[in-house]
């Protein structure tokens, strides 16, 4: 894993939030591997930072697969997270991803409605036309950005927040994200990441009250950087 400083990474931070940069790999919460979560990270930041004695609050807002890249929200107090979760639960905070996928979507711009069921011991989520036992409506759109010699970008807005939405999704329409061998992509990414990542998110403060966007670059490495560069002609 890089050795980038989490004080680097850190892309919005005020009393009521803290919002980072995850690395692909890294873990948000602690889980069966033991590996020292993000979540721990962000806590011996603010100890140190502000001196602060003995345990230190820190509540997950929403979380991103391990293998995925960018934002990640936490709430430094119990009423910040109380009012993001209520933020999600009426679907008032607009997340956008980049997803690199090797084959070329069906339209340049596209809703996708499907069913998702969630196979716990295969950490799998599979698409369905139709609901069946145990699935969830999942809803995103999504948007052609730029294309390479070999690969597109698309801009994916997330509008329902779905284990592995994205990943099964855009697998379903022929479009599996490089380096996603769970779903489809043929070989893996070198680092054991996926190319997909957390690019921006809006909400409205849940303290301030104001408006809040935050963005953020996805981890410097060929393909991404052209798509940066191509990006900012």
């Given at each position: ?50 001196n ?16 995925v ?64 036992d ?11 950005v ?24 855009l ?63």
């Open positions: 894993m890089t050795t980038t400083k989490l004080s680097d990474r850190i892309l919005f931070e005020d009393n009521h939030l803290i919002v980072v940069n995850k690395l692909p790999s890294e873990i948000v919460q602690g889980d069966k591997t033991g590996d020292q979560p993000l979540s721990e990270l962000v806590k011996q930041y603010l100890k140190e930072k502000y602060k004695p003995g345990n230190v609050f820190l509540g997950v807002v929403h979380r991103i697969d391990r293998p890249s960018g934002i990640v929200v936490f709430a430094r107090t119990g009423k910040a997270l109380s009012r993001m979760n209520e933020l999600i639960k009426q679907r008032e905070i607009r997340k956008t991803y980049w997803a690199v996928v090797k084959n070329e979507p069906p339209a340049i711009n596209g809703n996708l409605f499907h069913h998702l069921r969630r196979d716990q011991k295969k950490n799998k989520s599979f698409v369905y036309e139709k609901p069946v145990n699935s969830k409506e999942a809803k995103l759109s999504y948007s052609l730029v294309t390479s010699q070999d690969y597109f970008l698309l801009e994916v807005n997330l509008i329902t927040g779905r284990h592995h939405q994205i990943r099964a999704q697998s379903k329409i022929g479009c599996p994200i490089k380096g996603d061998l769970k779903y489809g992509f043929p070989r893996s990414n070198k680092d054991g990441s996926i190319s997909l990542h957390a690019r921006s998110i809006e909400f409205i403060h849940p303290v301030k009250k104001s408006s809040l966007k935050v963005v953020c670059d996805p981890p410097s490495e060929p393909l991404w950087d052209y798509f940066i560069e191509i990006c900012k002609l």
